[in-house]
């Protein structure tokens, strides 16, 4: 029930792989998908990778390696700290996991189910073994809820679910423009993990610019404001990267992560919709990156199974802080204003 609460589909696996490869420094990742995650996921960061003597509890439910102290609690700074993410994965598909750390002589690669080691087909033991990799590790979680059949027939098709996990990782590349994205499928949609073509490519270069061209395409990329607000006394930030008044969508395109967190926060939502309201013809949407930092004493993540919603302490504060910030991205933007001009014949008078 547990694991059902935290991976809903694909898309909600590779969220969480995905942002423990962050806290794990990767700068490169890469993301290979099989029937849209549902046959096989797989993802290989360069990161600084797992110590052999701590696998034995990668998958174990609420052993985690990110707090060193309870007072840790207090003051979250990195995406995991319950230890449910990958103990959930392995109840609901089978995982194998292949890490090698700075200074180890070699690569160690362990298989899961249910939270626990187990042997590898065909191998004698459990334990942990030695095999060639270079510095991070490699998650590939195959059959994804082969054990939940009433889950696995609620699933969209395999298409679909690769929409999913693109528009995932397409918001983490746009709040992480350092860490260099690949997602691809593999070849023969199921099978090996070599994939074929990249459908979602970032550079890593940590131009944010750079990373909407490559998720958005280069014409709102041309379209981009940039506005920056800080209420000092609460030690609150808003970082705002959004369209201009010259681009709209059909659907709104918002965003929101609070301390590189990615949420989903309807009041701030809202505060960037109404900045918008008085700018953009009835019935189209924006595009907005808002990246807001609060103190973590004034932050409660843990609201939510998969962190999805977070509570905050100052959040009248910070709807403000966020309207100020899109009011000031969208100033003059309206003297800057493109028409398209139809030309058509007009009926001659008289």
Known sequence: IAAGEIIHRPASAIKELLENCIDAGARAVTITLGAGGLKRIEIADDGHGIRREDLPLVCERFATSKLRAYADLQAIGTFGFRGEALASISHVSRVTVTTATVGAQCAYRATYADGKLVPEPGAPSAAPRACARTVGTTICAEDLFHNAPARRRAMRSPSDEYARVLDVVGKYALAFPHVALCVRKTAGGSGASAGGHADLTTRGTGDTAAAVRAVHGGALARELLNAECADTGRGLVAKLCCSSANWAAKRASIAIFINGRLVEC????????????????????????????????RLDVNVHPTKADVLL????????????????????SNASRTFAVIAGNLPALG
Do not use: I, M, N, W
């Open 313 to 332: 302490a100052d959040e009248a504060e910070a709807v403000a802080l966020v309207q100020a910030a899109a009011r000031l991205a969208l100033e003059g």
């Open 266 to 297: 309807s009041s701030l939502r809202a505060a960037v919709e109404h900045e918008y309201a008085h700018t953009l013809p009835k019935g189209s949407h924006p595009f907005a990156l808002l990246q807001l930092t609060v103190p973590p004493a």
